[in-house]
T-cell receptor, first 117, second 115 residues
Framework: AQKVTQAQTEISVVEKEDVTLDCVYETRDTTYYLFWYKQPPSGELVFLIRRNSFDEQNEISGRYSWNFQKSTSSFNFTITASQVVDSAVYFC??????????????FGTGTKLQVIP | DAMVIQNPRYQVTQFGKPVTLSCSQTLNHNVMYWYQQKSSQAPKLLFHYYDKDFNNEADTPDNFQSRRPNTSFCFLDIRSPGLGDAAMYLCATQNSRGIGPDTQYFGPGTRLTVL
């Protein structure tokens, strides 16, 4: 069975601080996909990144960066120089490879990030 | 441009009064999902459509039904809402025609209140 653990329930940082959100996953599949979604107070789940299990290259997008380490089954997300607009709940998610046409996604329980001005 | 649209954004209904939530998409994705998300919890998959094929999760109550009249639209019907059904309902779409799963794209959600 697949499992995603986000041990940090809530994090508060002061604006401009860097913050890392942890994600640890479990799966028996050799091919799988990892995601991060942002859910602001408005409720919409906003897609941030997708990473497949064959690609351990880290990625940077503006102030966001992701560190994928297969050896520790982790897919951590770092926000550099945090801003108030980053305040949201962040979900890490895992899905198996496409089998039968649909994608069963397992979500973590989310980390609520509060950036204080 | 909005890609996954959910209406209404907020819905108030009375205990036991049927309610229908709507989702539409402009992405021409063949898979559509309905999730239920209760406060401070992760989204929980209720069911999905792969093209016209309906797939129910094993633990989705019979009280929840869905219809997909065409590629663009999908409806969630709650036949007799209970207080425990108050939640955010999220619709998502996905293009599953290629090799490997594409990303699921979510709508803004409908927040359901049951009085």
């Amino acid at each position: 069975a697949q499992k995603v653990t986000q041990a940090q329930t809530e994090i508060s940082v002061v604006e401009k601080e860097d913050v890392t959100l942890d994600c640890v996953y479990e799966t028996r599949d050799t091919t799988y996909y990892l995601f991060w979604y942002k859910q602001p107070p408005s409720g919409e789940l906003v897609f941030l990144i997708r990473r497949n299990s064959f690609d351990e290259q880290n990625e940077i997008s503006g102030r966001y960066s992701w560190n994928f380490q297969k050896s520790t089954s982790s897919f951590n997300f770092t926000i550099t120089a945090s801003q108030v607009v980053d305040s949201a709940v962040y979900f890490c998610a895992l899905s198996e490879a496409n089998s039968g046409g649909y994608q069963k996604v397992t979500f973590g329980t989310g980390t609520k990030l509060q950036v204080i001005p | 441009d909005a890609m996954v649209i959910q209406n209404p954004r907020y819905q108030v209904t009375q205990f036991g009064k049927p309610v229908t939530l709507s989702c539409s998409q402009t992405l021409n994705h063949n898979v559509m999902y309905w999730y239920q998300q209760k406060s401070s919890q992760a989204p929980k998959l209720l069911f999905h459509y792969y093209d016209k094929d309906f797939n129910n999760e094993a633990d989705t109550p019979d009280n929840f039904q869905s219809r997909r009249p065409n590629t663009s639209f999908c409806f969630l019907d709650i036949r007799s809402p209970g207080l425990g059904d108050a939640a955010m309902y999220l619709c998502a779409t996905q293009n599953s025609r290629g090799i490997g799963p594409d990303t699921q794209y979510f709508g803004p959600g409908t927040r359901l209140t049951v009085l």
